[in-house]
């Protein structure tokens, strides 16, 4: 079992990257996070075995049908076993 922390930029927001990325995690058994940066960047948070993984960046560089992606940044983390893969919605305040 592996961490990493992805950095995804480019067009990648209002395109539903998020929840294709859940999709996408929940089908390839990978555990994590996927949320919207303040900077217009998509974070992620994934854990599964390293094969597992490459595949699941792989996709990151494609993202969903309306995404233009221009950079994929990997790095590796320190584990936290998540249970599920969640898409961490923002807390706007009204």
């Known amino acids: 079992m592996k961490h990493i922390n992805i950095k995804v930029t480019g067009k990648v927001q209002g ?16 555990k994590g996070l ?25 996709w990151c560089n494609e993202g969903p049908e309306k995404a233009k992606v221009e950079n994929v940044e990997v790095v590796d983390g320190e584990l936290k076993n998540y249970r599920n893969f969640e898409v961490v919605k923002k807390n706007l305040l009204w």
């Open 15 to 30: 395109v539903f990257f998020r929840a294709s990325t859940k999709a996408v995690a929940d089908q390839m058994g990978v």
């Open 34 to 58: 996927v949320k919207n940066q303040k900077d217009g960047t998509v974070y992620i948070e994934a854990e599964a075995d390293k094969s597992t993984l490459e595949m699941f960046v792989e």
